[in-house]
């Protein structure tokens, strides 16, 4: 009887420490799906702007507007070059050094300023392009612009671009989903996005 | 071959790369999911363009019709 009673008991005991094992195991596996799902790419698409021409501009918009199209998530990243580009025509800032008011002389104020990589001519090539895009129908960089705003593309300025060239957030365009970050921002998007592109 | 009947029609004629795309994507979300859009376009690009989108969003393409350069899709809502 003795005997009985023990032997029910070390059933139980390994019983249950059988049991232990698998809900460690359990929980073993629920880390590891945890960390793997951290790491799966998402429909979205990471973008350097780094240029500062206008076709290279126009083409980069172009791509964030259909990526939205196609259920993308879209996040583009705008530094050196790239950045004088998201500056608005009509605003100033003030309180600039002599190298400040340097670049914010000679660099683009605004997408309207951006020249053509090739054959620009003296300016001409761009004007022409420009008048050409128009009688195409082709939307203006502007209107991208505007248009992925509406779409949701998320627009981030390298920080460190805007204080190298002496650009102050205020005298940058009104944007709905404008955010200044350093490098990390962008790797945390690209990351887990299925798609990177510098442009 | 029986007609398909749109619940609603894109003119999108004149519009070129990424504007077709653009729109039909917005304007897939004005109808029901399982009713039909019609969208009418003049890119030439729509016809890769348009099965592309369409894959990708999870939408069908019930039909393709072109004629004097224009391009006519019939797209169910799916998504």
Same mark, same amino acid.
């Given at each position: ?12 005991? &390994? ?7 698998? +809900?460690? +195991?359990?929980?073993?596996? @629920?880390?590891?799906? %945890?960390?793997?799902? @951290?790491?799966?790419?998402? %429909? ?8 500062? %021409?206008?076709? @290279?501009?126009?083409?980069?918009? *172009? ?9 993308? %998530?879209?996040?583009?990243? !705008? #530094? ?11 605003? &100033? ?23 053509? &990589? +090739? ?6 090539? #761009? ?6 895009? @128009? ?20 627009? !981030? ?21 404008? #955010? ?5 921002? !962008? ?5 887990? &996005?299925?798609? +990177?592109? !510098? *442009? | ?9 894109? =003119?999108?004629? /004149? ?18 999911? =399982? ?22 969003? /999870? ?21």
């Amino acid at each position: 009887m003795g005997n009985a009673v023990q032997q029910v008991d070390v059933e139980v005991q &390994s019983e249950s420490q059988g049991l232990e094992a698998i +809900q460690k +195991q359990v929980l073993d596996l @629920k880390a590891q799906l %945890d960390s793997l799902s @951290k790491n799966v790419a998402e %429909d979205k698409l990471s973008m350097i702007v780094f240029s500062g %021409d206008l076709d @290279k501009v126009l083409a980069a918009f *172009i791509i964030a507007t259909g990526a939205t199209a196609m259920g993308m %998530d879209v996040v583009m990243f !705008f #530094t050196f070059w790239g950045t004088p580009v998201l500056r608005d025509k009509g605003k &100033s800032a003030g309180g600039k050094d002599m190298m400040g008011k340097m670049f914010g002389t000679m660099l683009p104020k605004g997408v309207g300023g951006v020249k053509l &990589s +090739q054959m620009n001519m003296g300016g001409m090539g #761009t004007m022409m392009m420009k008048s050409l895009m @128009k009688k195409k129908n082709v939307a203006s960089p502007e209107q991208l612009i505007e248009m992925a705003g509406e779409l949701g593309v998320r627009i !981030f300025i390298c920080e460190m671009s805007m204080d190298l060239m002496g650009f102050k957030h205020e005298e940058m365009i009104d944007y709905p989903n404008l #955010t200044y970050c350093g490098v990390a921002k !962008f790797l945390e998007e690209a990351q887990n &996005s299925k798609v +990177q592109l !510098f *442009i | 071959m029986e007609a398909i009947k749109a619940d609603k029609t894109l =003119d999108l004629k /004149g519009l070129p790369c990424p504007m077709p795309v653009v729109k039909v994507s917005k304007g897939i979300k004005e109808v029901e999911i =399982d009713q039909v859009i019609e969208a009418v376009t003049s890119d030439p690009g729509s016809l890769a363009d348009f099965p592309a989108w369409a894959k990708t969003s /999870g939408n069908e393409i019930l039909k393709t019709e072109q004629e004097d350069g224009v391009i006519r899709f019939f797209i169910k809502r799916k998504a």
